[in-house]
T-cell receptor, first 111, second 115 residues
């Protein structure tokens, strides 16, 4: 069973609208949680990274939250743009270098 | 942050042949990794590429099938050997170290189709 579960699997939103993606994890011991954006045919690009003590981190129109007690994270996209169409991957790392990847949420932004 | 150039970006190969994928980092990185990403799936770690020594493979992946080289701190190759259609996937390399601010920077991926 994957230690990082993302929901929804996919979503479609209209340009200018907001959306929130969810990530639940069971990885332990926890070191940090990252959100990546992966455009079709490209490698993942880091959006945010949060450690245990951080509960929110922003990168432009992307805001990530972390609740280390409930082992949940979310990624909020504000005022979506067509260029936000991509797969968003939640990645949790342990104290060693091993990463656990979620399957991703595919976001499609329509005009 | 470091930039990783990966090539080829895509290839269509005949079954039974081998393909070597290259990753070049524009700065030295301590660690390099190779992943496989099947459609709609998470990234799966194939192995950690160790400089000057044999790679460390994850369960389910073996050196004979996925030989890896890492001659220095900026370059690594992954070979997919004796390919079958089941090897059709996206292969990604990743690097981590001071040059990536200790995050993980990924190459752009190689989309492999085996026919």
């Amino acid at each position: 069973k994957n230690q990082v579960e993302q929901s929804p699997q996919s979503l479609i939103i209209l340009e200018g609208k907001n959306c929130t993606l969810q990530c639940n994890y069971t990885v332990s011991p926890f070191s940090n949680l990252r959100w990546y954006k992966q455009d079709t045919g490209r490698g993942p690009v880091s959006l945010t990274i949060m450690t245990f003590s951080e509960n929110t981190k922003s990168n432009g129109r992307y805001t990530a939250t972390l609740d280390a007690d409930t082992k949940q994270s979310s990624l909020h996209i504000t005022a979506s743009q067509l260029s936000d169409s991509a797969s968003y991957i939640c990645v949790v790392s342990r104290d060693d270098y091993k990463l656990s990847f979620g399957a991703g949420t595919t976001v499609t932004v329509r005009a | 942050s470091a930039v990783i150039s990966q090539k080829p970006s895509r290839d269509i190969c005949q079954r039974g042949t081998s393909l070597t994928i290259q990753c070049q980092v524009d700065s030295q990185v301590t660690m390099m990794f190779w992943y496989r990403q099947q459609p709609g799936q998470s990234l799966t770690l194939i192995a950690t590429a160790n400089q000057g020594s044999e790679a460390t493979y994850e369960s389910g992946f073996v050196i004979d099938k996925f030989p890896i080289s890492r001659p220095n701190l900026t370059f690594s190759t992954l070979t997919v050997s004796n390919m079958s259609p089941e090897d059709s996937s996206i292969y990604l390399c990743s690097g981590s170290g001071q040059a990536t601010n200790y995050g993980y920077t990924f190459g752009s991926g190689t989309r492999l189709t085996v026919v």
